[in-house]
């Protein structure tokens, strides 16, 4: 089953079929993935298994699996990229391939040598795109004043909160509406959230007095909240989805005419880079942040260094 409990459908031989299945519970069930990340999976084989079906001129079986050559494996990813995917997306699909296949070792099903032999394309190197401090603290802002829409006041209350959460706590959305009722950063945890991020990872997040503020503003004004259950709600009641969150930072950046860039990730982006330019060091911010490697968190140092350049470019007498 799917994610979403939808059947799968695995163009292969039924022997193939049955293990990839058996994998595909094993990253829900053990390995606990995200439901976005097990779709993902999902899609990426069903795409390798449909491309071995028309490549072998029959649904592969274990036995195909355990003898396919590295020219296969070539084959397939030259046949995505002819598609039009992406390295990015080339990566990630190989990444699954490779997922899958160490699976099939460790549970002795079979084994492929040809699969270590694969290399991943090339990634651009992507700077992430934060918005500009006042440019992050006017999007908070305006989301405090905003009445012309005719939002409630507690609406607009918990709308607040979840973007201060990104911009001052730097949260992936996910990581801030996930949060219960009882993890709110109000007493008794006051200044400190404990975060389950990717991977299952924990981590402790500072939280700064105006977001603790704007949580206690959202819950005086949403009275009878299971502690059990969501901190953010929609208007039924159910946890709030982060579409609603989208939405808004898109009248946003409408409003104060910021680019298609400001997304609520980009206030994480913010969080990280403003950090870094106020004197933060890397590993600090890979903690908060909750990165498994510091590599990640390094492509904020070229965010900075943009900065830093065009900083120069304006104020040195010899720039030019």
């Given at each position: 089953?799917?994610?979403?409990?939808?059947?799968?459908?695995?163009?292969?031989?039924?022997?193939?079929?049955?293990?990839?299945?058996?994998?595909?519970?094993?990253?829900?069930?053990?390995?606990?993935?995200?439901?976005?990340?097990?779709?993902?999976?999902?899609?990426?084989?069903?795409?390798?298994?449909?491309?071995?079906?028309?490549?072998?001129?029959?649904?592969?079986?274990?036995?195909?699996?355990?003898?396919?050559?590295?020219?296969?494996?070539?084959?397939?990813?030259?046949?995505?990229?002819?598609?039009?995917?992406?390295?990015?997306?080339?990566?990630?699909?190989?990444?699954?391939?490779?997922?899958?296949?160490?699976?099939?070792?460790?549970?002795?099903?079979?084994?492929?040598?040809?699969?270590?032999?694969?290399?991943?394309?090339?990634?651009?190197?992507?700077?992430?795109?934060?918005?500009?401090?006042d440019a992050a603290r006017q999007t908070v802002n305006l989301v405090e004043t905003r009445t012309s829409d005719g939002a409630e006041a507690w609406v607009i209350a918990r709308d607040t909160a979840v973007l201060m959460l990104l911009y001052g706590c730097g949260l992936r959305i996910s990581e801030a509406l996930n949060l219960n009722r009882n993890e709110a950063p109000v007493p008794p945890n006051e200044d400190v959230l404990r975060i389950v991020g990717k991977g299952n990872k924990t981590r402790l997040v500072p939280v700064l007095p105006a977001a603790g503020d704007a949580i206690q503003a959202y819950l005086d004004l949403t009275p009878g909240l299971d502690p059990e259950g969501p901190l953010f709600i929609g208007k039924q009641g159910r946890r709030l989805n982060a579409r609603n969150i989208q939405l808004l930072m898109q009248k946003l950046r409408s409003a104060l005419c910021l680019p298609d860039t400001a997304t609520p990730h980009a206030l994480r982006h913010s969080f990280a880079t403003h950090l870094l330019g106020g004197g933060a060091d890397l590993r600090t911010i890979q903690e908060l942040l909750g990165h498994a490697s510091l590599s990640t968190t390094q492509v904020y140092t070229g965010v900075d260094r943009e900065h830093l350049l065009s900083q120069y470019d304006k104020a040195h007498p010899r720039s030019s």
């Open positions: 089953m799917t994610a979403d409990n939808q059947p799968i459908q695995f163009n292969a031989a039924a022997d193939a079929a049955a293990k990839i299945a058996a994998w595909v519970g094993h990253l829900g069930i053990e390995k606990q993935v995200s439901p976005h990340t097990l779709d993902a999976y999902i899609r990426d084989i069903t795409q390798f298994t449909r491309f071995l079906a028309d490549h072998l001129g029959r649904p592969a079986s274990l036995r195909d699996l355990e003898t396919l050559r590295p020219l296969d494996f070539r084959a397939f990813m030259a046949a995505r990229r002819n598609a039009g995917v992406e390295s990015r997306t080339l990566a990630r699909q190989l990444s699954a391939i490779r997922t899958l296949y160490r699976w099939f070792d460790n549970e002795g099903v079979l084994r492929n040598p040809a699969v270590a032999t694969l290399r991943t394309p090339k990634l651009p190197h992507a700077i992430p795109k934060p918005l500009h401090a």
